[in-house]
């Protein structure tokens, strides 16, 4: 997963065409580090999707924008057009993830 770094990269990615996943995440967040054990998989079965990150202490105004208000949050993209959310609350297993992804 490539991580985002500055705003500008984060708009060329989300308005590439393409279906986009960005993983909002902190670095002192536990329920990150969780997902970070088993997103790899998910991110193998859906590899329609170009999949990005997101350090929200270091990009707190994108954060902000979109309404992440706790992380791990999985926000999808689509023409710029964010088309989905998956906040933090229900994004702590594997199932959860994947449930989302299949209703997309």
Known sequence: ???IKNEETFYEFINSGDP???KFH???CPDC???DMFIDD???EYNQFKWYDVNKDELPALAEKYDVMGIPSLLV???GEKIAHLHSA??????QVTEFLSSL
């Open 90 to 95: 229900n994004a702590k297993s594997p199932e």
């Open 1 to 3: 997963m490539q991580s």
């Open 42 to 44: 998910i991110m193998a």
């Open 77 to 79: 993209y689509k023409d």
């Open 33 to 35: 580090r969780r997902m």
């Open 26 to 28: 902190a670095d002192w």
């Open 20 to 22: 986009v996943i960005v």
